[in-house]
């Protein structure tokens, strides 16, 4: 079993980098700070909107999947979104990182 770092930690070391880098970062929602699942929500200056989770793997692992994605109709839909997870997972953090190539920062690539 992998060691996992707090959430609490985790948001806090985002929200840190995104400033850093001069953008902007905001907690929406604050889950279990130990153990809650984060849902990162990417933009760039507002627009082009992408929600990713942490998903188990079949390996054991976690890796980071996205869950929605903006189009021209559907920001409505990711807010809905975000809605109904917050209300399935009481544990559930929500952060919204405002940030150019934002997936880097979770280890993502461009």
């Not at 770092?5 to 905001?26: K, M």
């Not at 929600?51 to 390996?59: A, C, D, G, N």
């Not at 809905?80 to 929500?94: K, M, T, V």
């Amino acid at each position: 079993m992998s060691q996992r770092l707090p959430a609490s930690l985790e948001v806090s070391a985002l929200v840190r980098l995104v400033g850093a880098e001069g953008g902007f970062a905001s907690v929406l929602r604050k889950g279990e700070p130990d153990a809650g699942t984060i849902l990162v929500v990417l933009t760039e200056k507002g627009e082009n909107t992408r929600v990713f989770e942490r998903m188990p793997t079949l390996e054991g692992g976690r890796k980071w999947h996205l869950s929605r994605s903006e189009t021209t109709d559907s920001k409505q839909e990711i807010d809905e979104y975000l809605a109904r997870r917050g209300d399935q997972d009481a544990d559930l953090w929500i952060v919204e990182l405002d940030i150019a190539g934002g997936e880097r920062l979770i280890g993502l690539t461009d």
